[in-house]
């Protein structure tokens, strides 16, 4: 979900803890190189009003004032009472706080308390995310913050809204079955495939309450195999359900000294849209190219609207040296992309083209 506006996090006012390391080890364990994630630097007005994300991707990178909240606190293991479901769910988190509403100054105003704010679209209903928190008063602190604003921010459970696509176990995948997926000389190139969102992020729910960040960690993990089995070096910035922050996707790929960045996610509008969908994909500077072959290859592989290739500022794609991408595979929230991104066969059709696009760019302009 741009998302949504590209690659940005989700508002973390209660507890916030990111493991990368075995993410790092398991990249150097399977002789990969690591580098970089989704998200912005300062919004920047080149995505169309009729597109806007989850500001997760493109959380501007100057600081704001810091929201002043209660500590959480350790929340023990959950019950059968408790409203856990989602599979890989951070269970500490059991209350979202959410504003009516998706405008700009709506979320500028709600960002004066929790600096982190972003769009996100719960139940059908677009809305600014305000925070996840472990227990309800620490929500009403915030709540209560929100409301001297004048701003009506409501408390809901953590599963409202939400249903989760399953994603199969990590696999290698099996050859392409066009039997056209170029071979990489092995060690040459390294590319970091960035899944947007994950964890306490779903990133943008969409129609019947699929999850952007399960739909695209499915299409990243058949990437990389895909690429892996072509001789290309493949970093995944995470390879289960879990949060990790944009900084940290970005000094991943600069650690292992990639050599592209790839981030993947899904677009979102509100939930009176479902004739908005297709594909768009972004770059911000020398990104254009990659990002213009891989577009290409997706158009030319699955029946999808074209809706550009466009430049943004998301901060995966400013902070990152390399030449760097960002995908948005389809809307959740449109009535024909929704139902596609559903199924397992046409998340494995968009990663066999993403795969191609990036072995075609390697070839045309690496080698």
Do not use: C, W
Not at 24 to 45: F, L
Not at 84 to 111: H, K, W
Not at 121 to 126: K, L, S
Not at 154 to 183: F, H, K, Q, T, Y
Request: charged share 25%; proline share 8%; glycine share 6%.
């Amino acid at each position: 979900m741009v998302m949504k506006r590209f690659l940005r996090p989700i508002a973390t006012v209660a507890l916030a803890s990111v493991v990368l390391g075995n993410v790092a080890e398991g990249a150097i364990a399977q002789n990969k190189v690591p580098n970089s994630p989704h998200g912005q630097v300062a919004a920047a007005p080149v995505r169309p009003p009729a597109s806007r994300r989850s500001e997760r991707r493109s959380r501007p990178a100057d600081d704001l004032p810091p929201l002043e909240v209660p500590e959480a606190r350790p929340q023990p293991d959950p019950t059968p009472q408790q409203p856990i479901n989602r599979p890989g769910m951070v269970p500490e988190f059991q209350y979202r706080l959410v504003v009516s509403g998706s405008s700009d100054t709506l979320l500028q105003q709600v960002r004066q308390v929790v600096p982190d704010a972003f769009r996100n679209t719960i139940g059908g209903n677009r809305v600014i995310q305000a925070g996840l928190f472990v227990e309800r008063d620490e929500a009403e602190a915030v709540q209560r913050q929100l409301e001297r604003r004048n701003l009506n921010a409501r408390i809901l459970d953590i599963n409202e809204g939400v249903v989760a696509v399953p994603v199969p176990p990590m696999v290698r995948a099996p050859a392409s079955s066009s039997g056209s997926l170029p071979r990489i000389p092995s060690g040459r190139v390294v590319v970091v495939v960035d899944p947007g969102h994950g964890g306490r992020d779903p990133g943008a729910i969409g129609i019947g309450g699929i999850q952007e960040a399960d739909i695209v960690l499915d299409i990243a993990r058949q990437v990389a195999a895909k690429l892996d089995q072509q001789g290309v070096a493949a970093v995944l910035t995470r390879e289960d359900d879990r949060d990790v922050d944009l900084a940290p996707r970005v000094s991943l790929a600069e650690r292992v000294n990639a050599d592209l960045f790839v981030s993947i996610h899904a677009n979102a509008i509100s939930m009176d849209r479902p004739d908005v969908n297709g594909l768009e994909t972004y770059y911000y500077l020398d990104g254009q190219r990659l990002a213009q072959t891989i577009h290409d290859q997706i158009l030319s592989t699955v029946d999808m609207n074209d809706r550009g290739v466009r430049q943004a500022r998301f901060y995966v794609l400013t902070r990152t040296s390399m030449p760097a991408v960002l995908v948005e595979v389809g809307f959740v929230t449109g009535r024909q992309d929704a139902a596609r991104l559903s199924s397992p066969a046409f998340r494995e059709q968009l990663a066999d083209a993403i795969a191609q696009g990036i072995l075609q760019y390697i070839q045309r302009y690496r080698s």
